[in-house]
């Protein structure tokens, strides 16, 4: 099963993504891109891109308000204190 994250927001600016912009992990483990991957986004996935794949996002407490099926992370970036741009990233299974 394959999992798909694409940025659902970003507040602030970020310098890699724009929303919509997407990557997936193939397999689980195989990461599938054809734009730059962040690895502050990785970092804020690396917990809980296995278990997404064969659980539901409501046991890790990651599911969304309107949509439990998907689940949302957001990158470490702290927006207010470096100029940057945290990323709000949607999970789907495929």
């Not at 891109?33 to 990651?62: E, F, I």
């Not at 990158?75 to 999970?91: A, H, K, L, M, R």
């Amino acid at each position: 099963m394959d999992i798909v994250v694409t940025v659902k927001e970003i507040r602030g600016h970020c310098p890699t993504y724009q929303v919509g912009s997407s990557f997936r992990l193939k397999a689980g483990y195989q990461l599938v891109s054809d734009t730059p991957v962040c690895m502050h986004a990785l970092a804020s996935l690396m917990p809980y891109y296995n278990a997404l794949r064969v659980s539901k996002p409501a046991q890790w407490g990651l599911d969304g308000k309107e949509d439990n099926s998907k689940a949302y992370i957001q990158c470490p970036d702290p927006y207010d204190c470096t100029n940057g741009g945290t990323v709000i990233f949607e999970i789907s299974k495929e």
